[in-house]
Structure formats: structure tokens, C-alpha cells
């Protein structure tokens, strides 16, 4: 089966880093990638790690250790627009399916 | 960048009724398309995947009778919610991937679907 946990709530103040968690379980993987989710949006693409290290795409960084099943998103310098969901998600065997977690809601405040 | 299409953003049904979702990837190939379904502050829960030419695979306990996945070609493909019904109703979400399994999912906007 494939199971992934992350944090359900992030409090953050703008201007800080956060950092949210990502562990899972699956069955063949094939990367980690990261989603950001408004309310009432679709799910933008934030990031991919097919293998282990660090990825960085501006405030937004992902690393991965698939040793530990392990991945986290970092947000630099938080914005008030980065309020939103998180989603971690892998895919699995084949790398056609793509299983999300139950997403991290990020508050940030002023 | 990618470009996923969805269609409509918004649709209320009279219970009993079908509902057609489309979903196109404008400017690039998409051999795979995912449905997502997604309640309320919750995760978005895979529903199927739609191969080009094929007939989807459905997830584990989601009615293939009741969602009709089509994906006629490499850039459409729809869902059409049959006999709809009030516990029906939830935000639907397309997703499209390219040739390579390292593709990353680009979405469509969603359509938020209500059954009266």
C-alpha cells in the first residue's frame, strides 16, 4: 500500500522560513514532488525529487533522503500569499500514479 | 507552460441527472490524465487514470458505471458523473501528464460540482 503523513497545520510569521515534513510509504518510487493548493484552487506543481539532495526554485526548496522515505518542502521568506495547502505526493510503480498526502495548511501571519 | 483545460468551473444538477466534465491539455501530448476528487480541507483522493486509447483503471472502490472516464485522444479526456446524486457532489480535478514518468502533474482549475 502507499501511505504518506505530513503535518496538518503550519503556523508562520512573514518574513521567516518554514519547513514542512514529509514521510512515506509506498510500493516502487518514482520522486516526491510538492504541491501548492489556494482555497477553492487547483494544485500548482512547486517541485520534484526523483533522487536524493536538495532542489531549489527560488523562496521554495525540496529535499529528499529516500533512505528515510523522507522529504521536506522549505519556504524562505514567507509571504502572506504563501497561506495555503501543501500536498507532498509520490509516485508509485510505474510512475503513473501520482498518491497525495492529506496536505499541510500554512498560516502565515503579519 | 502546461496548460490543462477544465470544463465547466462550476455546475449545480438535479439529482438523477449526468454531468460531462472535460478536460484538455492545450499545448502539450497527454497520454495519462488523472481524476481527482477532493472534499472540503481534505486531500485530493485519485479516482482513476485515463490512458489515450485505453479504458481507465479505476481506484478501489470508486463505481465505474457511475464515473465514465473517455480519453479519446492525446488531449482530451472526460469524466461524466452518471445519475448524479446529492453525496455526489465535490470539487473534481483533472490532472495531465507528458511521455516521461518524471513529468510533473499539471491540473486543470477544477469544477465544483452540486447535486440538488
Known amino acids: 500500500g502507499q501511505s504518506l503523513e505530513q503535518p496538518s497545520e503550519v503556523t508562520a510569521v512573514e518574513g521567516a522560513i518554514v519547513q514542512i515534513n514529509c514521510t512515506y510509504q509506498?510500493?516502487?518510487?518514482?520522486?516526491l514532488s510538492w504541491y501548492q493548493q489556494h482555497d477553492g484552487g487547483a494544485p500548482t506543481f512547486l517541485s520534484y525529487n526523483a533522487l536524493d539532495g536538495l532542489e531549489e526554485t527560488g523562496r521554495f526548496s525540496s529535499f529528499l533522503s529516500r533512505s528515510d522515505s523522507y522529504g521536506y518542502l522549505l519556504l524562505q521568506e514567507l509571504q502572506m500569499k504563501d497561506s495555503a495547502s501543501y500536498f507532498c505526493a509520490v509516485g508509485n510503480t510505474g510512475g503513473f500514479k501520482t498518491i497525495f498526502g492529506a496536505g499541510t495548511r500554512l498560516f502565515v501571519k503579519a | 507552460g502546461a496548460v490543462v483545460s477544465q470544463h465547466p468551473s462550476r455546475v449545480i444538477c438535479k439529482s438523477g441527472t449526468s454531468v460531462k466534465i472535460e478536460c484538455r491539455s492545450l499545448d502539450f501530448q497527454a497520454t495519462t490524465m488523472f481524476w481527482y476528487r477532493q472534499f472540503p480541507k481534505q486531500s485530493l483522493m485519485l479516482m482513476a487514470t485515463?490512458?489515450?486509447?485505453?479504458?481507465?483503471?479505476?481506484e478501489q472502490g470508486v463505481e465505474k458505471d457511475k464515473f465514465l472516464i473517455n480519453h479519446a485522444s492525446l488531449t482530451l479526456s472526460t469524466l461524466t458523473v452518471t445519475s448524479a446524486h446529492p453525496e455526489d457532489s465535490s470539487f473534481y480535478i483533472c490532472?495531465?501528464?507528458?511521455?516521461?514518468?518524471?513529468?510533473?502533474?499539471?491540473f486543470g482549475n477544477g469544477t465544483r460540482l452540486t447535486v440538488t
Open positions: 485515463s490512458n489515450e486509447g485505453s479504458k481507465a483503471t479505476y
Open positions: 509506498t510500493s516502487g518510487f518514482y520522486g
Open positions: 490532472s495531465a501528464r507528458g511521455r516521461s514518468s518524471n513529468s510533473p502533474l499539471h
